[in-house]
Structures are given as structure tokens and as C-alpha cells.
């Protein structure tokens, strides 16, 4: 199993930054896709950026240029730098990874084994 754990949300300027971290323990060697979700109540959970186990990344046009995802397997943590951040960039930030796959026989498919944090919130205001 694997527990994540979210810090460093908070209140920050428009233009301003934060750094987010996730604590990351037990079968962690296995997660194979990090990643940053944010959520906005009333709207669907969305992707901002992931990272896999080769060290690619990716953003979503939204936060690209302005967040940095990257994971520190010394520590055992995914962190997500914010710049230049934007009111729009307000949400609860969630962490996510994924550790393999598994056979769901109800709908005969392979599915990821996804792992959530509780969230975070970041808030963008003057």
C-alpha cells in the first residue's frame, strides 16, 4: 500500500509563489506515474502536471512555463513549484500516483492502482 500526504498549500499573492510537497510512504519503489491534480468546487478534478518513472514530465498549456513537478526519491516526496501564480490557480491540489495495474473482472478491463492524497488548498488573492 501507499499513503500520500499534501503540505504546503496556503494564501498567496497573484504573481506570486508556493512550493507544494507530498509525503510519500510505504511501496513507494512502485509508483510508476506520479502526479498533481487540482479541484475547484462545482468542477471536475483536473490533471496539472505528471511525472513517470523515466523523469518525463508533463503540464497541462495552463501552468506550463510557470510550475516545476519533481520528485525527490531521497526524501520520498513529490513537490510542485508554483510561480507566477494566477487567481485562476486556485484549488485544492491533490497528489496521486499510480503502482501498477489490476484485472477488474466486473468490466473484463485493466485499471490502474491509483493512490490519493487529501488535498491541499491554494488560494490565489489580493
Known amino acids: 500500500q501507499v499513503q500520500l500526504r499534501e503540505s504546503g498549500g496556503g494564501l498567496v499573492q497573484p504573481g506570486g509563489s508556493l512550493s507544494l510537497s507530498c509525503a510519500m510512504s510505504?511501496?513507494?519503489?512502485?509508483?510508476?506515474?506520479l502526479a498533481w491534480y487540482r479541484q475547484v468546487p462545482g468542477k471536475k478534478r483536473e490533471l496539472v502536471a505528471h511525472i513517470i518513472s523515466s523523469g518525463d514530465t508533463y503540464y497541462i498549456d495552463a501552468v506550463k512555463g510557470r510550475f516545476t513537478i519533481s520528485r525527490d526519491n531521497a526524501k520520498d516526496t513529490l513537490d510542485l513549484r508554483m510561480n507566477y501564480l494566477k487567481p485562476e490557480d486556485t484549488a485544492v491540489y491533490f497528489c496521486?500516483?499510480?503502482?501498477?495495474?489490476?484485472?477488474?473482472?466486473?468490466?473484463?478491463?485493466?485499471?490502474?492502482?491509483?493512490?490519493w492524497g487529501r488535498g491541499t488548498l491554494v488560494t490565489v488573492s489580493s
Open positions: 496521486y500516483g499510480e503502482r501498477g495495474v489490476y484485472y477488474d473482472d466486473a468490466d473484463y478491463t485493466y485499471k490502474p492502482r491509483e493512490h
Open positions: 510505504g511501496d513507494t519503489p512502485s509508483l510508476t506515474l
